[in-house]
Nanobody, 112 residues
Framework: QFAETGGGLVQPGGSLRLSCVASGFDFNMRSMAWYRQTPGSERELIAR???????KYADSVSGRFTISRDNVRNTAYLQMNNLKPEDTSVYYC????????WGQGTLVTISA
């Protein structure tokens, strides 16, 4: 249902844009969100966007990350700027609240 892409290795201060193609449900009607998880930690909600384009961010990413959506392409995006080493994680998208089915995620590594 969710296919995340766009991760990679970047230096601190760099940028990445993640994409998530969703399927199997009425994308236009659902709130979408990005989550991240590091080994040994709980999955963290970092950004969400409603079907009316209302957005909300975790304090840890506010001002640096931007969530958006394309209802024609059934795709959610996460633009990540001024990346920090603590942003290193596997990033997932899902609905908000999340469904039980998760994609494989995309790995983001921030390192010099």
């Amino acid at each position: 249902q969710f296919a995340e892409t766009g991760g990679g290795l970047v230096q601190p201060g760099g940028s990445l844009r993640l994409s998530c193609v969703a399927s199997g449900f009425d994308f236009n009607m659902r709130s979408m969100a990005w989550y991240r998880q590091t080994p040994g930690s709980e999955r963290e909600l970092i950004a969400r966007i409603t079907n009316r384009d209302e957005v909300k961010y975790a304090d840890s990413v506010s001002g640096r990350f931007t969530i958006s959506r394309d209802n024609v392409r059934n795709t959610a995006y996460l633009q990540m700027n001024n990346l920090k080493p603590e942003d290193t994680s596997v990033y997932y998208c899902n609905m908000r609240p999340p469904s039980a089915s998760w994609g494989q995620g995309t790995l983001v590594t921030i390192s010099a």
